[in-house]
Structures are given as C-alpha cells and as structure tokens.
C-alpha cells in the first residue's frame, strides 16, 4: 500500500507538468526603433544693469538659467511571434514585447515547454546561461550560471 501511494506521489508532478506543456511550432523576431523627443527648453533670463555715477554709461549682463537644448532618446523595441500548439490541440499565435524594460521576450527553439496557462497569456519556461568569466589567455574560468526564466507571451 505504502508503495502504491509513494508511486502516485511520484507520478503526480509528471501528470501536471505534462497537462501544462506546450508546443511552439513557429517563432519570429522584429526589432524596431522609435524616437523619445525633448524639444528643449529657452530658459528663463535676468537681466542686470548698472549705470555710471555720471549717468553717461550703462552696462547689462544677462544670465540665462534653466535652458535645455533639442535632444532625441531611441528607443529599440523587440517583437516575438509565436505558434503555439496548447495542451487541448488548439494552435495559437501570441507575441511578447521588450521595452518595457521590467519584462523579458525570447525567441524560442521550437519545441516543447513546461507552461503557466492564464485566461489572456501563458508564461514559458525557459533556461538561460549567464555570461561565463574567461582568463587573460581565452581559457573558460568559469561556465555562466544556468536559471530558470518565466517568459510572459500575450494571446494576440
């Protein structure tokens, strides 16, 4: 009995990862740049002037404060489209988008991935390697750290 408990135990993690799989059949990638432009601003001058104790001669200087000269920020966007075939064999097309900045969007491999499923995206597991250190001669020091990444993928 203790055996029998102990295998559906085991086995239950299986049946809900598997219930929570999906497929991505096709994925693309668009990148993209827009322009955040600041105008600037003329600041805002005060003049002062003095005159001579004869009266013949006045001299002004004018300082200006708070000027900002025109500038342009870009903006680099990214876009991924994907297929997917979801746990009750309906096909899908979804997208994630970077900025912003707080979020993650991956190209992935086709293939079959451990899924979170919500009522208007899924998030996709996925695993990413870090950067690896190297040494002064192009010898591996050390491999980058592998993690676990959930990335949120919106119904279209």
């Not at 990214?78 to 997917?84: E, F, K, S």
């Amino acid at each position: 009995m203790k055996l029998a408990v102990l295998i559906v135990l085991c086995a239950l993690p299986v049946l809900a990862q598997s219930s929570n799989t999906v497929e991505v059949l096709s994925a693309s990638t668009k990148h993209w740049t827009t322009y955040w432009n600041n105008p600037g601003s003329a600041g805002t001058a005060n003049t002062n002037c003095t005159t001579s104790s004869d009266g013949t001669n006045t001299n002004c200087t004018t300082t200006t404060t708070g000027a900002r000269a025109a500038s342009s920020t870009p903006i680099n966007h990214t876009q991924v489209d994907i297929r997917v075939k979801m746990p009750d064999g309906n096909e899908v097309v979804m997208q994630c988008h970077f900025p912003p900045i707080w979020a993650s969007c991956v190209e992935p491999q086709l293939g079959t991935y451990q899924a979170k499923i919500d009522k208007h995206h899924i998030q996709i597991l996925f695993q990413t390697q870090g950067r690896p250190d190297y040494n002064k001669d192009g010898t591996i020091k050390k491999q980058g750290k592998v993690k676990d990444e959930w990335v949120k993928y919106s119904f279209e």
